[in-house]
Every structure is written in structure tokens, then in C-alpha cells.
T-cell receptor, first 114, second 117 residues
Framework: DAKTTQPPSMDCAEGRAANLPCNHS???????VYWYRQIHSQGPQYIIH?????ETNEMASLIITEDRKSSTLILPHATLRDTAVYYC???????????????WGLGTSLAVNP | ETGVTQTPRHLVMGMTNKKSLKCEQH?????MYWYKQSAKKPLELMFV???????ENNSVPSRFSPECPNSSHLFLHLHTLQPEDSALYLC????????????????FGPGTRLTVL
């Protein structure tokens, strides 16, 4: 079962910031939060990941609360091409050794409107 | 070609057919994955290969048979499928490690849309 909860859909005006929330209240101390997105008719695309600190790259910023029970993905200036399903994922340890597993949910369908 | 490619992009097959899906990655990665994406359901991990060795089989029925001849190629052989196997099948790759750990920054192909009649 997914360890994250996201709103099923959101809208955003083109050029404005898109703030996508995610709840992961049962996250453990060594579990990372990953974000991917899936544009229609394409495979998922990695965006960003983090553990405790806020992270930023050329695509987005990830803000993680101090208690790590929730996070927000920020697309600072959304464009029409950012319309996609955004997945917030917790990476869990699932067997002996170093293997970790991404637990996918249903994501948030973001519509960026002109 | 760059990235992760998958062929065919669309496939329609009967329940008695045998077919194969192909995935190729041009990223120099050593870990490869098969996922199943059904409508209204989360992405399901099926198989993981790390340096050509299968490290994960997520209780997948034997009518799905993966093959990883080298770190750049991954196949999914299909036989006697059921209509409920109709889905988008996604291949992904990432950095692998001989120590066993794999990088979860995965690069996905566009998928094969499979319809089983």
C-alpha cells in the first residue's frame, strides 16, 4: 500500500507557482521522499527527492516539514507543459541488503491552464 | 538513440499468442525494471535486474517471463495472457551496484500499451 496521500487533482494558472501537497505521516526516519511526474502517453519522469532538508533543482523545489510528515513540491512558474500526474513516493527498505523500493500511489493530476 | 526505448509501442494479442516486449537503455545503467500500469491503479513493480541478475520478482504470474541478456537490454516474454493483463508495461533503468544497492532515480521508457483479447 502507498505510504502517501495526495489530492486527486489540482489546477494552476500558467506562470503561477504550483504547490503540490503530500502527506506521509507514517514515514520512517531513513525513508526518502521522491517525486516523479507522468505526462500523458509518456513514462514517469524523475523530478526530485529529499530526506530532511529542503531541496531545489532546475525543475522544482521540495519542502519537507520538520516532523517529516508532509511535503510540498513547488513548480515556481508553471507552464502548459507541466500538465501531468505528479507522484509523491516514499522509498522504503524491503529486503535484506541495500535494496530500497519505491511505493507508488495514484498521484495528483495537475492541470495548468492558460 | 538516447534514453530508454521500448518496442513495440502498441500490441494486441490473443490469449493463446506468444509475444515479447523489448526494452533498451542507452544510459550506461546496470539496473533495469519492468512495471505494470493499469487504469486507476498505482504503478506495480514486476521485476528488477541488477547487473543482469534478477533481484526482484514481485509475485508475478509465470505467464510473464523476463530476460536480461546484458545490462542494456531487457525483454518480457508473454504467453497465454488473460484479458486482465491488458495494461501499459513500462521499462526503466537506473544506476546499479555490485554491492547490491540500486539508485532509485529511475529513467522510464514510453511504455508498451498491451491489449489482450
Amino acid at each position: 500500500d502507498a505510504k502517501t496521500t495526495q489530492p486527486p487533482s489540482m489546477d494552476c494558472a500558467e506562470g503561477r507557482a504550483a504547490n503540490l501537497p503530500c502527506n506521509h505521516s507514517t514515514i520512517s526516519g531513513n525513508e526518502y521522499v521522491y517525486w516523479y511526474r507522468q505526462i500523458h502517453s509518456q513514462g514517469p519522469q524523475y523530478i526530485i527527492h529529499g530526506l530532511k532538508n529542503n531541496e531545489t533543482n532546475e525543475m522544482a523545489s521540495l519542502i519537507i516539514t520538520e516532523d517529516r510528515k508532509s511535503s510540498t513540491l513547488i513548480l515556481p512558474h508553471a507552464t502548459l507543459r507541466d500538465t501531468a500526474v505528479y507522484y509523491c513516493i516514499v522509498r522504503v527498505a524491503h529486503n535484506a541488503g541495500n535494496n530500497r523500493k519505491l511505493i507508488w500511489g495514484l498521484g495528483t493530476s495537475l492541470a495548468v491552464n492558460p | 538513440e538516447t534514453g530508454v526505448t521500448q518496442t513495440p509501442r502498441h500490441l494486441v494479442m490473443g490469449m493463446t499468442n506468444k509475444k515479447s516486449l523489448k526494452c533498451e537503455q542507452h544510459l550506461g545503467h546496470n539496473a533495469m525494471y519492468w512495471y505494470k500500469q493499469s487504469a486507476k491503479k498505482p504503478l506495480e513493480l514486476m521485476f528488477v535486474y541488477n547487473f543482469k541478475e534478477q533481484t526482484e520478482n514481485n509475485s508475478v504470474p509465470s505467464r510473464f517471463s523476463p530476460e536480461c541478456p546484458n545490462s542494456s537490454h531487457l525483454f518480457l516474454h508473454l504467453h497465454t495472457l488473460q484479458p486482465e493483463d491488458s495494461a501499459l508495461y513500462l521499462c526503466a533503468s537506473s544506476q546499479g551496484s555490485l554491492a547490491g544497492g540500486i539508485d532509485n532515480e529511475q529513467f522510464f521508457g514510453p511504455g508498451t500499451r498491451l491489449t489482450v483479447l
